[in-house]
């Protein structure tokens, strides 16, 4: 068995029937982490929504939504897709720094539970949008509470160094204009740190901090969430992230005589264990400076390594016997920067051998592009033993369908 308990015999015949490089997702394994977080959180009221950005493809969102998780989205596009594929509207929030008015149309067409106001302006912005539609829209403040999450710094949300939330210190000022404005309805604060969060001491930070901003706020009747964001890490090597049911305990225990609703919104931990991107090697070579592995899989399949130096597990579908070599593994695209794992020791691999690349079911598909005109890989998910097919490899044709 490999990483994410794909067979090698299964993943054999998955590149014979759809090519490489090809992701591939264990269907249980998503479930599983579903069900343990519901489970985790089954003592308080809680809200999940699933952060799209991590993986949109259509059958996976399917499977979380049937759990009865919502959506957190981040552009009219999420939104769509959230909703196509069964998101309930009044557990969807949509998040980011710069909604445009059609996306913000968008949502309060489709009457969702809350905007995560990231602005004094954007408030202006919803509320006179809401109004000319004489409707109101459900908003949440997101606050930089200018925590440091202990993250790579490019996925630190939490600082007054970073363009995210209204600070702690305007807060007040957004507060007035939330309960005064018209259109508005101030549901809720919320937070959100960064992302791959591996310190549960961090959640437990915040959501004191935001229980306590809530105080005043909790005698209006429309206020009656917290939002904290998501963040929780995954293992990609040797991190030892919190459980579920620890970063439940951080969460909950500044909660719990708050009487607030919890909102969470999870996107790496539900799905990025649950995906693997199997590749081939094209060819092998040397210089007098390093081995390399050309594998058919690149940066526009993967781009986290080549982004934030990001680890990945990688190990051959059938080992072969030998000893041990330091290799860079690197795809087919012009630039030294496409790698998907540098000094790497593996068993010995020749042309023709098949690579698992584990970890990718979260921000490795949804992140991916057609840079140097490569098609976009497959997708396949596994259940009951069966792959299918979820989303197919795009095609020549497809690369030049929007030109004119
Ligand atoms: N909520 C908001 C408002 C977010 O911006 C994010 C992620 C999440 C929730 C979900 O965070 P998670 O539970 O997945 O950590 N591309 C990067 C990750 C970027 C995360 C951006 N925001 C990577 O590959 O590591």
């Not at 963040?231 to 305990?249: H, I, Q």
């Not at 592995?293 to 390594?305: E, K, S, Y």
């Not at 009951?384 to 030049?400: C, D, H, Q, W, Y």
């Amino acid at each position: 068995m490999l990483f994410g308990n794909f067979h090698p015999d299964l993943l054999s015949q998955i590149a014979r029937t759809h090519g490489t490089p090809c992701y591939v997702y264990a269907g249980e394994k998503i479930d599983a982490q579903c069900t343990a977080l519901l489970k985790a959180f089954s003592s308080h009221p809680t809200t999940f929504c699933y952060a799209v950005k991590a993986n949109t493809t259509r059958a996976l969102l399917e499977k979380i939504f049937r759990k009865g998780i919502g959506a957190d989205v981040v552009s009219g596009g999420e939104l769509q897709r959230a909703l196509n594929a069964g998101a309930r509207a009044d557990q969807i929030v949509f998040s980011g720094v710069g909604k445009q008015d059609w996306e913000i149309e968008l949502g309060i067409d489709r009457g969702i539970l809350a905007f995560n106001a990231e602005s004094l302006s954007e408030l202006e912005r919803i509320s006179a949008i809401a109004t000319g539609k004489k409707k109101s829209a459900g908003v949440f403040l997101r606050v930089n509470p200018n925590i440091d999450a202990k993250t790579n710094p490019y996925i630190a949300t939490g600082l007054y160094s970073t363009k995210f939330g209204i600070a702690e210190s305007l807060l007040d000022e957004a507060v007035h204009l939330g309960l005064s404005l018209p259109g508005l309805k101030l549901r809720g604060l919320g937070c959100h740190l960064g992302s791959q969060i591996k310190d549960a001491k961090v959640f437990k930070q915040a959501a004191r901090r935001l229980s306590r901003l809530t105080e005043s706020l909790k005698t209006h009747p429309d206020f009656q969430y917290l939002d904290l964001g998501g963040g929780l890490a995954v293992r990609y090597s040797n991190e030892k992230p919190p459980s579920v049911d620890a970063y439940a305990k951080a969460v909950l225990s500044p909660l719990q005589k708050n009487g607030l609703k919890l909102v969470l919104e999870p996107g790496r931990w539900l799905i990025a264990e649950s995906g693997a991107l199997l590749t081939r090697v094209i060819a092998t070579k040397k210089t007098p400076k390093k081995r390399f592995v050309i594998v058919d899989a690149a940066m526009n399949d993967l781009i986290r390594p080549s982004l934030y130096e990001a680890y990945h597990p990688i190990v051959p579908v059938e080992p072969r016997k030998g000893p041990a070599q330091t290799v860079d593994i690197v795809g087919p695209i012009c630039e030294t920067g496409d790698f998907l794992a540098l000094n790497r020791k593996l068993p010995p691999l020749k042309e023709g051998d098949l690579v698992l690349v584990g970890v990718t079911g979260a921000y490795s598909a949804a992140m991916a592009s057609q840079y140097n005109s490569r098609p976009r890989a497959p997708e396949v998910l596994i259940e009951a033993g069966r792959p299918k097919v979820i989303r197919r490899r795009e095609t020549l044709e497809s690369l030049t369908a929007f030109e004119v």
